[in-house]
């Protein structure tokens, strides 16, 4: 039972990091209309940057984390101007397969720059651990959880309470309406954009300790990533953060109970479960597609 | 258009021509295996084609269907000494099977949810490949045999002569296939799968077919691959592989024939050509990605068919000035 509970807590720490990426997915996803498929190598991005600033140049934390959120959201907007921006008015499988290509070119481009190598990240919060009864806590993931609750209310206050966020709703809701009310395209698409990018970051610094960093680390998080967005529902905030906590649950339990060489396989399955019986998603609405 | 259709005439023998005589003058091993790779690469090529350029679904675990020809070629070859042909027909059915199970997802799922749930089937395939003692865990299948060829082993440049016999084959199938009622069902399909069901087209059928002709192909490519390399591991079926094999489909021209052969001489001969920067090649296949969409969404076989129009235009205007002004 304590094993159990430890476990689940394991878990719900991983999850509610691969539930800060879901959100930045969901609301490029939500407000584009378009999956960006790179979100993970986008986050490996940022752990490079932290790692940069804060292992190799030695700067304080409080310092590097938001000079790297800085680095990666002009990493972002600058692929955004001449990869994605040329392409809203094509077709979406084109868009797709224009995100598959910036993944492919910022994964291996990193491992041009940073090495093959994975780099260990020394830990943000240190601390002894904690015992509850038999459960034993690291600090590092009670911190991780907080840090992840904390970004989530703030997001959905942002989204809910500002001017921007409202009109990322409205612009979510109706393009052609939310234009002709007003709302600056323009702007609207480099905030989104730039918000996506600074959660990956934060994200990507907050899970460096646990699975170290390197150039392909994107690949299966940015897999399980997706996975969220599917299984929570697409372009669904309380779902993107459902799916995450979800999908990092069954890999820790998998791994624990089942094997943890299929620790990949675990929420692929869960996807497929999910998407035979709510193909739209758990929280996900259902869309009316027209001719 | 009987303008084009008169150098298709002249095009398509002249082509099939210069392939089969460019193995005679390759002369050694290493020439050689750049042609079977780029036949290869032909042939699943023109399978991802089909898929997404003339259906627009995009797979991205159809390196999965690639491995399980390599795999059931190498493991029947090598351990129950099957011959070449048994196995590819093996392959044929596997592939066929497994592209209908995973097709049977395109039916409800498209765009990114297919990505998604391609790249799960690729990770999970791959992950079976690395931990199963009968594919050889993450070591692969060493000593795999060439086929038979009258009683000895095939050499070179026979392999070569196979793989373009299937190459042909291929792109024939294609042919027939997208000039067909199946082809245009293919296109409708594409362009919009609700007003091709308002007209009769039974898409979940159509959709079930073109994943499994496209993962058939891959099969075959993969069947070709592991004979002719001699080794396989699972290092060689990866997503990164996926991506290699979408990156030369837009690369020649989605929906274009012909593209898959541009784009898989391109990909291959410049994979080779490569070979020092061996770590720039994946980086380079991105911005050729995300460059070829921007500035030629018909490929690059799309941008030498618009030079030849604009060529041709250029010539019959110098010659009949006359008839200009009379029109």
């Given amino acids: 039972m304590n094993l159990f509970l430890q476990i689940c807590i394991q878990g719900l720490m991983l999850g509610s990091m691969y539930a800060i990426l879901t959100l930045g997915y969901n609301i490029i996803y939500s407000t584009m209309g ?27 934390i409080y310092v590097a984390i938001p000079l790297s959120v ?8 600058v692929i955004e101007r001449l990869a994605y921006r040329p392409l809203y008015s094509r077709s979406r499988t084109l868009l797709l397969l224009c995100t598959i290509g910036v993944s492919t070119v910022l994964r291996n481009a990193a491992q041009l720059i940073w090495g093959t190598q994975s780099f260990n990240f020394p830990t943000i919060f240190p601390g002894d651990i904690i015992h509850i009864g038999e459960v034993y806590l690291v600090p590092q993931n009670l911190w991780i959880l907080g840090v992840g609750v904390v970004m989530m209310l703030l997001l959905n206050l942002f989204m809910k309470k500002t001017k921007v966020g409202r009109a990322m709703q409205a612009v979510s809701m109706n393009r052609s309406a939310a234009a002709l009310m007003g709302v600056n395209m323009q702007t609207i698409t480099m905030i989104t954009y730039g918000m996506s990018a600074g959660m990956a970051t934060l994200a990507g610094v907050m ?13 299966s998080i940015g897999a399980k990533v997706m996975i969220s967005a599917v299984v929570g529902g697409m372009g669904s905030m309380p779902g993107a953060i459902l799916g995450g906590l979800l999908v990092g649950l069954v ?17 692929v399955v869960l996807l497929l479960v999910v998407l035979l019986n709510r193909p739209q998603g758990i929280l996900g609405r259902k869309k009316v597609v027209k001719v | 258009m009987k303008n084009t259709n008169n150098s298709a005439k002249v095009l398509v023998p002249l082509t099939a021509g210069l392939a089969l005589m460019v193995p005679l003058f390759l002369g050694n091993n290493y020439y050689y295996d750049i042609f079977i790779m780029a036949g290869i690469y032909t042939i699943i090529g023109s399978g991802m084609n089909l898929l997404l350029g003339f259906t627009g679904q995009l797979s991205m675990g159809h390196a999965a269907f690639y491995g399980f020809g390599a795999y059931i070629t190498a493991i029947g070859m090598k351990s129950y000494g099957l011959p070449f042909w048994l196995c590819v027909i093996l392959a044929v059915g596997f592939c066929f099977a497994m592209g209908m199970l995973l097709g049977s997802t395109s039916c409800k799922l498209s765009g990114i949810f297919l990505v998604v749930v391609t790249t799960g089937f ?57 000039h067909s009622k199946t082809g245009r069902a293919f296109q ?42 001699g080794y396989i591991s699972p290092t060689s079926f990866t997503s990164n592989v996926s991506v290699t094999i979408i990156t030369m489909t837009v690369l020649g021209g989605l929906g274009d024939l012909c593209g898959c052969i541009v784009g898989a001489v391109v990909v291959g001969v410049l994979m080779e050509a490569l070979r020092e920067f061996g770590d720039y090649q994946l980086t380079l296949y ?23 129009r604009r060529l041709c235009s250029l010539v019959s205007r110098r010659r009949t000035p006359a008839k200009q002004e009379e029109v």
């Fill in chain 1, 34 to 60: 378009m999956a960006h498929y790179a979100q993970g190598d986008i986050m490996m991005v940022g752990a490079f940057f932290a790692l940069d600033f804060f292992v190799t140049m030695d700067l304080p």
């Fill in chain 1, 70 to 77: 800085i680095c990666n959201v002009l990493v972002m907007l």
């Fill in chain 1, 207 to 219: 899970l460096a300790p646990i699975v170290k960093v390197y150039s392909t680390m994107g690949v």
């Fill in chain 1, 251 to 267: 890999e820790a339990l998998g791994g624990m109970y089942i094997s943890t060489t299929f620790k990949e396989a675990y929420p």
């Fill in chain 2, 122 to 178: 690729n990770t999970v395939v791959n992950l079976i490949m690395v931990n199963w003692e009968f594919t050889g865990r993450s070591f692969g299948i060493p000593g795999i045999p060439k086929p038979d060829w009258f009683g000895s082993p095939m050499n070179k440049l026979q392999y070569c002569y196979l793989v373009l016999a299937f190459v042909f084959l291929a792109l024939f199938v294609s042919y027939r296939v997208v």
């Fill in chain 2, 188 to 229: 409708a399909m594409r362009d919009n799968a609700i007003a091709a069901r308002s007209v009769g087209v039974n898409v979940n059928k159509y959709k079930l077919l073109v994943f499994a002709v496209s993962a058939v192909y891959a099969g075959v490519a993969g069947a070709l691959y592991a004979s002719n390399i």
């Fill in chain 2, 286 to 308: 991105g911005v050729l990605i995300v460059v070829i969409l921007i500035f030629m969404p018909k490929g690059l076989m799309g941008g030498l068919r618009s030079l030849y």
